[in-house]
């Protein structure tokens, strides 16, 4: 009996099956005609160019519609490019048509003359109907700009490369000096603790007279400098002690040592030659446990070579700042290290010095600010802060990813930390103005790391602030940006309200009387390098590989050096680009409103050679140069080279030398003992017959005359000269 009723039940399974087939109704286990799908956009980004005028953007289906699937798009709230200017796009809904799996949307991209600057928008799904969202929901539009608005070159300073010279195959040269009465270069090889001696009187065919090994003195070379004679070098010292100031003549006969700071990171002269002043970093240990003051270094110099003794050297520290410590954060000097004192904390980098050798101004690098120094009393006197840069503002755009293959220079929402390395000035109209290579540095150590991805897990915006945090952290967009964990939780309350990355890719001009920014190159290095047509395939590689993009998640091209020089009337600024390479050239002579002059490159393009690296920076005037032109020479710490370009509308044109003998003599003339005499104090400078500068000396009484037999003049500031005869 249960056998009949089983058979029962199969034979009215099967006739009502074939009853509902022949009458084409659907049956719910029938997986062959399910129409229920799943929409998502066929990417999650279109890379469109403006003047392509349309873009194309798929929804795909992962089976046919029955033609009542549907789905709403609506553009973002968030975005830069705007609806009808840059684009037009009204929101509305997709319905899939009968059988098809995607369906394409056209939308115009409005195509003018005005540049906006790369931008974008986003589209997003919702609503779907007899469907499901699933996968890519949004999707991002970038439009490439197609006015470059990148600043054209001039020929207002005629700069062309001329050589390149490899110091060390196996070493670096970080910082170069140069002595135009002997035509030697000094390179600082910190590498190999070597000072490299080289002869330059023809920069065509450079030869090296010696190296000097400073490992009888620290750990490691680390900057040189030379004024009238007398070259100063810093080494680092062992174990975390002070570092040396080395004193030497231009043989490489070494006279006086002194101790300095911890970490002695740069030395300069003042500009008459009677002090030398360091810049002692202070960095801490790996794990932090570390962590020495920060301070500066005054060595007066007028005893000479062999006679400079530590009693000639004044340290200077920060100690009297550790009381302001709560202020100085509220003013966003970044103070953050571990157990951290103002200090300790500070760490000087870099020095200018004014014309008339009264203050000096330290950039403070990893701190975001500048230190002032009085020369007369022997006194830091204050601290600065530089603030932040805004990368929403219109002319400050970056490319922030590494990861979308197109060159993007559009607004985030970031700012910039300016953290210059190198810093020069020059006065106009009785101002003294600051110019600041903005390079950006980070403390990244396995005792305190503040270096993070936006796109950490760690990394936590805030979302009041940051409704689009799951835009922002797409690798495509800012997430691949690395920014500080040290700053930009205003609040305090463990997210972030801002995000700081480290430098702005730009240089900077301040008006030192106020500390106010009076000008900032923006966006130029970017838009510059990425609109080379040689170099724009290297936009942002590094200077250890050629790859494109290489540092777009970090500081970009790096400005690195800097140096100052009058020519032709104007002044001018020469700033070097540490990753992507070469120098970019601006004239200044109006702090408010500098010009783009050129950049230019000597790196390969084929392979990973050439000029890599740059870091110190020098510019010799005509009167100095052994060719009777302007010179710029670079320091290249990756290639171990010398870049050498030479100003060919940069000539020596003969001083006047006339003769005014009642007011200014000198004597015994003719010299026979290397020394003449003057009448008074003055400052002058010494030229040979062809009118070529050879040494100059602030408010001195004599000067020494060790040259070849022949014919010189010496000329006052005052214009006063007197012609000197050398037998």
């Known amino acids: 009996m249960k056998s009949k009723i089983t058979l029962f039940l199969l034979l009215s399974v099967f006739f009502t099956k074939a009853i509902l087939a022949e009458n084409n109704t659907p049956i719910k286990n029938k997986k062959t005609t399910t129409y229920a799908s799943d929409i998502t956009f066929a990417s999650d980004f279109y890379v469109v160019n ?147 001696i080289l002869d330059f009187s023809n920069p065509n065919a450079i030869t090296s007279i010696q190296s000097v090994d400073l ?220 110019v600041t290579a903005n390079e950006g540095d980070s403390r990244d150590y396995n005792g305190l790391s503040e270096e993070k991805r936006i796109s950490s897990g760690s990394y936590v915006l805030d979302p009041t602030v940051f409704p689009n945090a799951t835009f922002l952290k797409n690798s495509k967009n800012i997430g691949r940006l690395t920014v500080t964990n040290a700053t930009g939780d205003t609040d305090n309350d463990g997210d972030f309200d801002e995000i700081h990355v480290f430098g702005t890719r730009s240089f900077s001009i301040w008006n030192t009387a106020t500390g106010q920014l009076v000008y900032d190159s923006g966006s130029d290095f970017e838009k510059i390098t990425a609109a080379d047509p040689l170099y724009g395939s290297l936009f942002n590689a590094s200077n250890d590989n050629n790859n494109f993009k290489n540092r777009s998640d970090n500081k970009g091209p790096e400005p690195e050096g800097i140096t100052i020089a009058e020519i032709n009337g104007a002044t001018y600024a020469f700033i070097t680009l540490e990753r992507t390479g070469g120098l970019m050239t601006y004239d200044i002579s109006n702090p408010m409103s500098p010009t783009f002059i050129s950049y230019k490159n000597s790196r390969d393009t084929s392979g990973i050679g050439g000029d890599l690296g740059p870091e110190g920076i020098i510019y010799i005037a005509p009167e100095n140069s052994p060719i009777n032109k302007g010179l710029v020479i670079m320091a290249n710490e990756v290639s171990a080279t010398l870049s050498l370009y030479e100003i060919t509308n940069d000539v020596l044109s003969t001083p006047n030398f006339a003769e005014n003998t009642n007011a200014f003599f000198v004597y015994p003339n003719p010299s026979t003992n290397g020394i003449v005499h003057f009448n008074t104090t003055v400052s002058v400078s010494l030229y040979d017959m062809t009118g070529k500068k050879l040494i100059e000396k602030e408010n001195t009484q004599n000067l020494e005359m060790n040259y070849p037999k022949g014919i010189y003049f010496i000329k006052t500031k005052d214009g006063v000269a007197q012609k000197v005869v050398v037998e």
């Open 50 to 196: 403006e003047n392509d005028n349309t873009v194309d953007i798929i929804l795909h289906l992962n089976s046919p519609s029955d033609g009542t699937t549907s789905v709403d798009v609506a553009v973002s709230s968030y975005g830069t490019a705007t609806n009808g200017q840059q684009f037009t796009f009204a929101n509305q809904t997709v319905t899939f048509t009968l059988n098809a799996s995607s369906e394409t949307i056209t939308i115009p991209i409005t195509n003018n003359n005005v540049y906006t600057g790369d931008t974008y928008f986003v589209l997003s799904l919702s609503n779907a109907v007899n469907g499901s969202i699933v996968g890519t929901s949004e999707t991002t539009i970038y439009i490439l700009e197609d006015e470059t608005n990148a600043p054209a070159s001039t020929t207002a300073l005629d700069l062309n490369f001329i050589a390149s010279y490899l110091v060390d195959p196996s070493g670096s040269a970080e910082i170069v000096a140069h002595d135009p009465a002997t035509q030697r270069l000094f390179v600082m090889n910190s590498t190999a603790s070597k000072i490299e």
């Open 215 to 434: 490992a009888a003195y620290g750990i490691g070379g680390t900057s040189i400098a030379f004024k009238n004679g007398l070259v100063a070098a810093t080494v680092q010292g062992a174990n975390y002690g002070n570092g040396k100031v080395i004193f030497m003549d231009t043989n490489g006969n070494i006279g006086a040592t002194v101790d300095a700071g911890v970490l002695p990171d740069m030395v300069t002269f003042t500009p008459d030659g009677t002090k030398v002043i360091i810049a002692n970093e202070g960095e801490p240990n790996d794990d932090y446990t570390i962590d020495p003051e920060g301070s500066i270094t005054i060595v007066d110099v007028t005893a000479g070579l062999n006679n400079i003794q530590q009693s000639d050297v004044t340290q200077l520290n920060f100690n009297a700042f550790d009381s302001q410590l709560a202020t100085l954060r509220a003013n966003n000097v970044r103070i953050f290290g571990v157990n951290a004192t103002v200090s300790k904390d500070l760490e000087p980098e870099y020095i200018t010095v004014a014309a008339d050798g009264n203050t000096a101004w330290v950039s403070l690098q990893e701190n975001n600010a500048i230190a002032t120094i009085d020369l007369v009393n022997n006194q830091i006197t204050q601290i600065t802060p530089l603030g932040f840069k805004d990368h929403m503002l219109p002319g400050n755009e970056l490319d922030t990813s590494d990861q979308l293959g197109e060159i993007f220079l559009g607004n985030w929402p970031v700012k910039g930390m300016y953290m210059p390395d190198a810093i020069a000035n020059y006065t106009v109209n009785g101002t003294t103005y600051l």
